[in-house]
């Protein structure tokens, strides 16, 4: 009766210190390719010493050579685009208020 007690738990630590090492093997298993960035990615420290030599507009976001966006700035600071409408400017200030204050009163119907 003793050397059954004795075998099973043997057999018991046997399986508990096998299972315990699956679990840290697994746990460790591909750590180190979580770190790293993806193989694609371009390190910042190239990216900091790339020369930008293009940009977008300003006014419609389209992609511009160096040559035309130092063209459009001096466009732009000779004439500026026009101003709206006082009253133009006044009614959309209302409705992003009137947002505004529907996000915190939701029950205010106006």
Known sequence: MGRVKAR???NLLCLIVIS???VIL???WGSEVIALPPPEDTPEEILRTKIIIEARSPIDGR???AA???QLQAQLQLAPP???DPKIREQIYLLRLRK???QFF???NF
Request: aromatic letters at 16%.
């Open 63 to 65: 992609f511009l050579t």
């Open 106 to 108: 939701p029950f205010l």
């Open 8 to 10: 099973k738990a043997v």
């Open 82 to 84: 026009p101003k709206l």
């Open 100 to 102: 505004t204050l529907l």
């Open 26 to 28: 697994s746990s460790y």
């Open 68 to 70: 035309e966006y130092i």
């Open 20 to 22: 315990l090492a699956l």
